[in-house]
């Protein structure tokens, strides 16, 4: 149990353009999940996070008009960077909390989507 | 607000030797620890977790884990290495309030290589 999926798995832009990545919480409901960043041979970094009904709540320096995040459903968060650009070029990752007792406190990961802007 | 520090970027051991991942932590209360590995492009997977209780903690594929307050560390071992086990290492951590704020701080990583 307890599996969260994204998609795509890589995608390729130019430069201007618009992508959108899914995370799905496959077997359970999640009211939050999160938004990481993860630079080539560096830590993840939380870009913000995802409230199903309500307003993502993004971290210190991240432009919420640039990565807009829509949590639609209870088993269904994504993420849109606008207007791409090469610097936006990365690892995207996103995680669900469990909800089942012997999950208290954790996350479950994503499989990553890996955005190359030319 | 916590932290999380990873001692050594890089390790490097032989097949069959003992792997020592070191981690510490900052915080004003002890945290819930976790640590989790990541494949080549790919998301983390759980490898053990501390929240309470025994402070000893066994995790999958060998790894364990030992929570020191006294030393805000939460190290991970695993006695013998294997090809298998290269892979890049995170320790991280969330508050231990509970609720909904499961908010995690990652270290930045070890990256384990295992040399035949």
């Known amino acids: 149990g307890a599996v969260v999926s994204q998609h795509p798995s890589w995608v390729i832009c130019k430069s201007g353009t618009s992508v959108k990545i899914e995370c799905r919480s496959l077997?359970?409901?999640?009211?939050?999940m999160f938004w990481y960043r993860q630079f080539p041979k560096q830590s993840l970094m939380l870009m913000a996070t995802?409230?199903?009904?309500?307003?993502?709540?993004?971290e210190q320096g991240v432009e919420k008009d640039k990565f807009l995040i829509n949590h639609a459903s209870l088993t269904l968060s994504t993420l849109t960077v606008t207007s791409a650009h090469p610097e936006d070029s990365s690892f995207y990752i996103c995680?669900?909390?469990?909800?089942?007792?012997?999950?208290?406190?954790?996350?479950?990961f994503g499989p990553g989507t890996r955005l190359t802007v030319l | 607000a916590q932290s999380v520090t990873q001692l050594g970027s890089h390790v490097s051991v032989s097949e069959g030797a003992l792997v020592l991942l070191r981690c510490n932590y900052s915080?004003?209360?002890?945290?819930?620890l976790f640590w989790y590995v990541q494949y080549p492009n790919q998301g983390l997977q759980l490898l053990l977790k501390?929240?309470?209780?025994?402070?000893l903690v066994k995790g999958i594929n060998g790894f364990e884990a030992e929570f020191k307050k006294s030393e805000t560390s939460f190290h991970l071992t695993k006695p013998s290495a294997h090809m298998s086990d290269a892979a890049e290492y995170f320790c991280?951590?969330?508050?231990?309030?509970?609720?909904?704020?499961?908010?995690?701080?990652f270290g930045k990583g070890t990256l384990l290589t295992v040399n035949p």
């Open positions: 995680s669900a909390p469990g909800v089942a007792a012997s999950a208290y406190n954790e996350q479950f």
């Open positions: 991280a951590v969330t508050p231990n309030s509970g609720g909904s704020n499961y908010k995690l701080t």
């Open positions: 915080s004003s209360v002890p945290p819930y």
């Open positions: 077997d359970f409901q999640a009211t939050t």
């Open positions: 995802s409230n199903e009904g309500s307003k993502a709540t993004y």
């Open positions: 501390y929240t309470t209780g025994a402070t």
